[in-house]
């Protein structure tokens, strides 16, 4: 069954450094997102992606962070100097097109800690 | 603004009781509702999709209600098992005409326990 891939499974980084968090959404889907979830908090939503361009971001998403879709296959989130704050599970999901009525499947997530 | 809530925050249960966990939302106006379950520090694993046209959706031993108009879903989890042992999210999109993006707003969760 085709899956969301995300890699890596869990990251330490230094703040201020830059991380890269990569995924590989299901083939043929055409709506890409990514979301993260703090220690006991809620699912929070960051940014969308749809032809080839961020279609909607949240307050969270701001200058430091930054999405790309570099080959037609995987989809990275950059955050560009991390803070502690931004240490979270972030979760890549993806969608088929045509319909809005669809299902989204999310990946494993990527655990970041930010030290 | 949508907010979405769940009850009840955490749940206990013996194996084999039928069990309900409710969910809420503020902002009628969705397209539709998607309940997940999360094991303990992995990932979202969808269990059902329920359009906003439709009243009840079922997969195996759940079963999925909306009521749109009164801003509530159900989660019906028949003959629990430990297995089942996990957190529920609930999480609705909003009808949005412009844009490709239609971004999922969650719930809080239940944390379910089922006890052998």
């Known amino acids: 069954e085709p899956e969301v891939t995300q890699t890596p499974s869990h990251q330490v980084t230094q703040m201020g450094q830059e991380v890269i968090l990569r995924c590989v959404p299901i083939?043929?889907?055409?709506?890409f997102y990514w979301y993260r979830q703090i220690l006991g908090q809620k699912v929070e939503f960051l940014v969308s992606?749809?032809?080839?361009?961020?279609?909607?971001k949240s307050e969270i998403f701001d200058d430091q962070f930054s999405v790309e879709r570099p080959d037609g296959s995987n989809f990275t989130l950059k955050i560009r100097s991390t803070k502690l704050e931004d240490s979270a599970m972030y979760f890549c999901?993806?969608?088929?097109?045509?319909?809005?009525?669809?299902?989204?499947?999310f990946g494993q997530g990527t655990r970041l800690t930010v030290v | 603004k949508q907010e979405v809530t769940q009850i009840p925050a955490a749940l206990s249960v013996p194996e084999g009781e039928n069990l309900v966990l409710n969910c809420s939302f503020t902002d009628s106006a969705i397209y539709n509702l998607q309940w997940f379950r999360q094991d303990p520090g992995k990932g979202l694993t969808s269990l059902l999709l329920?359009?906003?046209?439709?009243r009840e959706q079922t997969s195996g031993r759940l079963n999925a209600s909306l009521d749109k108009s009164s801003g509530r879903s159900t989660l019906y989890i028949a003959a629990s098992q430990p297995g089942d042992s996990a957190t529920y999210l609930c999480a609705v999109r909003l009808l949005i005409l412009t844009g490709g993006g239609n971004k999922l707003t969650f719930g809080t969760g239940t944390q379910l326990k089922v006890e052998l």
């Open positions: 999901a993806s969608r088929p097109g045509g319909v809005l009525n669809t299902e989204a499947f």
């Open positions: 083939s043929n889907h055409l709506y």
């Open positions: 992606f749809y032809n080839n361009e961020i279609s909607e």
């Open positions: 329920i359009q906003s046209s439709q």
